[in-house]
């Protein structure tokens, strides 16, 4: 074997193993440009930032790749809704929700009756005419004992002992920002 093979051989070799690194390149090219294609459309709606990073890695090749993910949406639409599914349930168990006891159906706070089963949910204060949850046994809004039997006269608190005075506080009409009227215990 001359130096002529020799050199013809390992030319050969080359060819094929440049052959064989470019295809190879070609191909990491070809699934960069689908993967930043599937990407990005997990990401954004936006037809014109799907077509413009699918280009930006199709032309840049690796460059443009690395580009992409430094710059693309930080969480899919799968995310952004789990995410806003979390914060709704969060939400949801923050706030008070009012249901009937019969039918489970949500209602108002201010509902005096179902309005799906005519459940009756709270009575009204014969005094100043507020809802009243049915187990309460007074008032809290003017203290109207709801059995009949007077309120206690003095109350024991942890600073001390507070007495009610003897007569009764004038009932003044208070209009709301709704518009309805309320009466409340006037201050003396």
């Known amino acids: 074997m001359d130096l002529q093979d020799f050199v013809t051989q390992l030319e050969r070799i080359l060819r094929i193993g440049i052959t064989i690194i470019a295809a190879y390149l070609v191909a990491l090219w070809i699934a960069s440009v689908w993967w930043t294609f599937r990407d990005i459309r997990a990401r954004t709606t936006d037809i014109f930032l799907q077509v413009a ?63 799906w089963c005519q459940t009756r949910l709270k009575r009204t204060c014969a005094r100043c005419e507020r809802p009243l949850v049915l187990r309460w046994k007074m008032c809290p809004f003017c203290g109207l004992n709801v059995y009949g039997t007077p309120p206690p006269e003095e109350v024991t608190t942890a600073v001390g002992t507070l007495t009610q005075p003897d007569a009764e506080p004038e009932l003044a009409a208070e209009t709301h920002g709704n518009g309805r009227g309320r009466r409340t215990a006037a201050r003396p």
């Open 53 to 115: 990073a699918t280009l930006l890695v199709a032309v840049f090749s690796f460059p443009g790749l690395l580009i992409y993910v430094i710059l693309r949406p930080p969480k899919t639409l799968a995310q952004l809704y789990e995410d806003s599914l979390e914060e709704e349930a969060f939400l949801q168990g923050i706030q008070v929700h009012n249901s009937c006891p019969v039918c489970k159906q949500r209602v108002e706070p201010e509902f005096i009756f179902c309005p």
